[in-house]
């Protein structure tokens, strides 16, 4: 069984940093695909970035030269490098994996596996 344990997560001024981690196990096959995905109360889940198997990037155009995606596979751990926050980026996020290929890294139904979510708060 395919567990995500995310951590990380904490409340932060606007313009700090957080790293945020995922940790995986159970897999009986690497990994095609893992991103972050985060979340607001009574807001849709929206893709924030993903790193497939080659270790190619993708990101959500908010978070741009300010959020590095990173997958170490021997750890079987992702990690989100998080700097210049704002307070726009306050959200629950989610550590998401597939198995099988992803053709649109931002839509939630292209993952099988979620975490539990770690929450991030950037004040003002």
């Known amino acids: 069984q395919v567990q995500l344990t995310e951590s990380g997560g904490a409340s932060v001024q606007s313009g700090g940093s957080l790293r945020l981690s995922c940790v995986a196990s159970?897999?009986?096959?690497?990994?095609?695909?893992m991103g972050w995905f985060r979340q607001e109360p009574g807001k849709e889940r929206e893709g924030v970035a993903a790193?497939?198997?080659?270790?190619?990037?993708s990101y959500a155009d908010s978070v741009k030269g300010r959020f590095t995606i990173s997958q170490d596979n021997a750890k079987n751990t992702l990690a989100l490098e998080m700097n210049s926050l704002k307070p726009e980026d306050t959200a629950m996020y989610y550590c998401?994996?597939?198995?099988?290929?992803?053709?649109?890294?931002?839509?939630?139904?292209?993952?099988?596996?979620w975490g539990q979510g770690t929450q991030v708060t950037v004040s003002s």
């Open positions: 998401a994996a597939s198995t099988q290929t992803v053709y649109t890294w931002t839509r939630v139904s292209s993952y099988a596996y």
């Open positions: 790193i497939d198997s080659n270790g190619s990037t």
């Open positions: 159970g897999y009986r096959h690497v990994a095609s695909c």
